[in-house]
């Protein structure tokens, strides 16, 4: 697919437009900092974009003050002390001298301990924590998907876990194929569970249209309520990109 990429300001905002072989013009307000990015057909003119983003300005705020104010953590050093969240539960870590392969061990509702050698590095003691969070969503993702694949009547034929900078889910219709962001560990189960739903629904309705709204109110009523709690979770030290 053909894109290209140009920049507007509306409002003494930065509006990123990217242009593709697409039908309809879709908005939106991206984290850390509340990027605007607008994806419009190629024939849709700037003007035509920039009264589309003008309509939507309050909104556009409104996003962007929520990830001003939304808390960040500082970069994890991987030492005993800090915070990582499981389940949207805060944990401290305890980092213990291990001889053996690294290994996590929930030890109360307050402590998570990484095991592992005394010369290992942060980042091989993140990766060790990713693995273990990543083994978590694999027994947690199955059951859900099953209830909500049985409950919507559909079918996917495939799910991935990934680690994406954007985005908490993704699904790609035509290969029947979700994926489901790492980071969602973190959050309680019902924010997990919100994002399997909307992936889902996807494969019913492409876009987040008045229909789309319709069938996330019929299968999840209080889906607004786990999206709130998703955003408001303290936000990784990440070099975001997009």
Request: glycine share 4%; net charge positive; proline share 4%.
């Amino acid at each position: 697919m053909s894109t290209e990429s140009i920049e507007i300001r509306v409002s003494g905002l930065p509006i990123q437009i990217v242009r593709k072989d697409i039908k309809n013009l879709h908005l939106g307000v991206y984290p850390p900092h509340g990027r605007v990015r607008v994806a419009a057909p190629l024939i849709v003119s700037d003007d035509a974009v920039r009264l589309a983003v003008i309509s939507r300005l309050g909104w556009i705020k409104r996003q962007r003050a929520k990830f001003k104010g939304q808390p960040r953590q500082s970069k994890r050093e991987m030492v005993s002390g800090e915070s990582h969240y499981f389940q949207g539960r805060r944990y401290r870590l305890r980092v213990i001298e291990h001889k053996g392969t690294a290994k996590v061990i929930v030890r109360n509702k307050s402590i998570i301990e990484l095991h592992a050698r005394s010369e290992t590095t942060a980042r091989e003691r993140e990766l060790a924590l990713q693995r273990w969070y990543r083994q978590q969503l694999k027994t947690l993702i199955p059951p859900l998907l099953e209830k909500w694949q049985t409950t919507l009547g559909i079918q996917v034929a495939d799910w991935r876990i990934k680690k994406m900078k954007t985005k908490w889910g993704a699904c790609n219709t035509k290969a029947r194929r979700i994926w489901l962001n790492l980071e969602l560990a973190k959050s309680p189960v019902q924010c997990l569970e919100y994002i399997i739903v909307h992936e889902l629904v996807h494969f019913l309705v492409r876009h987040h249209n008045d229909q789309f709204t319709k069938y996330m109110d019929q299968a999840l009523p209080h889906w607004r309520l786990y999206r709130e709690e998703l955003n408001c979770l303290p936000l990784g030290h990440e070099r975001w990109g997009y």
